[in-house]
């Protein structure tokens, strides 16, 4: 086994928790104190893997320095899905798998990108620039955080979108 693969591996457990600690901090679109708390999170997550963290409102930026040009990670923590809705399904896993409101559409997928980029990080060697976006208006059509998106995504060489985390 490589070392990354060996990384990755060494991860998985802290990729599940983390995925349970986005999932079960309900973040409906249209509940800004829900928005915050599930933010604050994502940005923990970042400054855990290395990242330096700017926000903007409620959406988070995470950047690593890296040589040649920028690659840009996004996704979305909202939800469509109502405060308390985590009680009917709860948050569960089955044949390997977890299900609940939110871990498909995409905090799984937060999940996965903020993992690679522990373990990326970790490996050391010359990296990329690497940006991880997370916005907080996805499901309701991206109104603020459209420009912020269009501007790093022209700074960028390459953009990775970690919806659905399939």
Known sequence: MNAIAKAAADEQDGL????RELV?????SDDPRALEAC????????????AHIERRGTHVVGTWSGAGP???LIGHFDTVWPIRQIRRPPLGARD???FGPGVLDMKAGLAIAVTAMRIVSAAGGRLPSVTLLATSDE???SASSRGLIESLARESAAVLVFDAAL
């Not at 933010?39 to 290395?50: E, F, M, S, Y």
């Open 96 to 98: 390997g798998r977890l």
């Open 139 to 141: 499901e309701v059509g």
């Open 24 to 28: 079960t901090c309900e973040s409906p």
């Open 70 to 72: 920028r690659i840009l």
């Open 39 to 50: 933010a604050t999170i994502v940005a923990r997550h970042l400054v855990d893997a290395g």
């Open 16 to 19: 599940i928790a983390r995925i």
